[in-house]
C-alpha cells in the first residue's frame, strides 16, 4: 500500500516570502502525484499534477513542484504568497495502471501573514 | 457547466439512525469516490464505483455503503450512525486516471 508524508503540519509564512511545502511517498511502482488546495469551508482544487515527463511541473497561482523519484518526494513552492494563498493543502498519489484511487497527506496549513 | 454537487451541506443526526448523503455529477465521469475528512487524518477513502453496479470499498468503509444505479449519483449511506462518524464527507469525480479529481464542496455531519 502507498502512503504519503506531509512532514509540515503548520507553515507560517508572511506575505511575499517564499514558501516549500514538503511531501513524501512510499511506493515501489511508478505514480502519478497531485497537489490540491483547500480554501476555508470549500471543497478542494486542483493545483498540478505530475503524469510524466519534465520533473518541474507548473500549476496555477504561481505554484510549482518538483518531482524527485529517488528521494520519493514532490515538494510544493511559490517564490512569492500572497494573503490569498492561506489555505490547507494536501498531497496525493495514485499507482499507475491501478485504478484512480488517490491516496491523501495529512495535510499543510498555510497562513500567510501581513 | 458541469459539476459536482452533495447536499445536504450540514446534518446532525442522533447515534443510531440511518443517513444518507447525497452526490450529484454532471460530469460524465465513470469514476466516482467519498472520502471522509478528519484534523489530523487528511483525507481517507471510504467507498468508491468504477461505472454503474460497481462498487468497491476503501480504507475506512466499515459502517458505509454505497450503490450506483446511474452514472451521475453515489449516494453514501451510514447505516447507524455513530459518533465516531462525525466528520466532513467529500464527493468526488474522475474521468480517469491521471486526470485528477472534481470535489463537491462537502457535508458536515454531526452525529449526537
Known amino acids: 500500500a502507498q502512503s504519503v508524508t506531509q512532514l509540515d503540519s503548520q507553515v507560517p509564512v508572511f506575505e511575499e516570502a517564499p514558501v516549500e511545502l514538503r511531501c513524501n511517498y512510499s511506493s515501489s511502482v511508478s505514480v502519478y502525484l497531485f497537489w490540491y488546495v483547500q480554501y476555508p469551508n470549500q471543497g478542494l482544487q486542483l493545483l498540478l499534477k505530475y503524469l510524466s515527463g519534465s520533473t518541474l511541473v507548473k500549476g496555477i497561482n504561481g505554484f510549482e513542484a518538483e518531482f524527485n523519484k529517488s528521494q520519493t518526494s514532490f515538494h510544493l513552492r511559490k517564490p512569492s504568497v500572497h494573503i490569498s494563498d492561506t489555505a490547507e493543502y494536501f498531497c496525493?498519489?495514485?499507482?499507475?495502471?491501478?485504478?484512480?484511487?488517490?491516496?491523501f497527506g495529512g495535510g499543510t496549513r498555510v497562513l500567510v501573514k501581513p | 457547466d458541469a459539476e459536482i454537487t452533495q447536499s445536504p451541506r450540514h446534518k446532525i443526526t442522533e447515534t443510531g439512525r440511518q443517513v444518507t448523503l447525497a452526490c450529484h455529477q454532471t460530469?460524465?465521469?465513470?469514476?466516482m469516490f467519498w472520502y471522509r475528512q478528519d484534523l489530523g487524518h487528511g483525507l481517507r477513502l471510504i467507498h468508491y464505483?468504477?461505472?454503474?453496479?460497481?462498487?468497491n470499498k476503501g480504507e475506512v468503509s466499515d459502517g458505509y455503503s454505497v450503490s450506483r444505479s446511474n452514472t451521475e449519483d453515489l449516494p453514501l449511506t451510514l447505516e447507524s450512525a455513530a459518533s465516531s462518524q462525525t466528520s466532513v464527507y467529500f464527493c468526488a469525480s474522475s474521468e480517469s486516471t491521471g486526470h485528477g479529481y472534481t470535489f463537491g464542496s462537502g457535508t458536515r455531519l454531526t452525529v449526537v
Open positions: 464505483s468504477y461505472g454503474v453496479q460497481d462498487t
Open positions: 460530469w460524465n465521469h465513470n469514476n
Open positions: 496525493a498519489v495514485t499507482r499507475r495502471g491501478a485504478g484512480n484511487k488517490l491516496t
